[in-house]
Nanobody, 128 residues
Framework: QVQLVESGGGLVQVGGSLRLACAASGRTFSSYSMGWFRQAPGKEREFVAGISWSGSITSYGDFVKGRFNMVRDDAKNTVYLQMNSLKPEDTAVYYC?????????????????????WGKGTQVTVSS
């Protein structure tokens, strides 16, 4: 069983930055593909960013447009999402996800069903 705990959310003004962190339990973290998703009130959960288990490949939702950066630190069993130039439409609960199933080298995953474990989320609010 893998436990994921997100942190780093909060209230920020338009144009500001936040860095989210997701700490994972388990001894095989380095083999997990990881992802960030978000869900705004009244909307479906959507893909934000993903990183391959090797850390060599990342992918992002179309709305990111170069504003976010996802990295992993396997020594700390943690992934990070650096979010810059935040907009009011980025307001949402952000969820971390882990894929423990076999993953192809250099592959990121963009669908919820491709992940096996989820955190409880952290709220990000961008005020104008």
């Amino acid at each position: 069983q893998v436990q994921l705990v997100e942190s780093g959310g909060g209230l920020v003004q338009v144009g500001g930055s936040l860095r989210l962190a997701c700490a994972a339990s388990g001894r095989t973290f380095s083999s997990y593909s990881m992802g960030w998703f978000r869900q705004a009130p009244g909307k479906e959960r959507e893909f934000v960013a993903g990183i391959s288990w090797s850390g060599s490949i990342t992918s992002y939702g179309d709305f990111v447009k170069g504003r976010f950066n996802m990295v992993r630190d396997d020594a700390k069993n943690t992934v990070y999402l650096q979010m810059n130039s935040l907009k009011p439409e980025d307001t949402a609960v952000y969820y971390c996800a882990a894929r423990s199933r076999v993953a192809r080298y250099g592959t990121t995953y963009r669908r919820e069903t491709e992940y096996d474990y989820w955190g409880k989320g952290t709220q990000v609010t961008v005020s104008s």
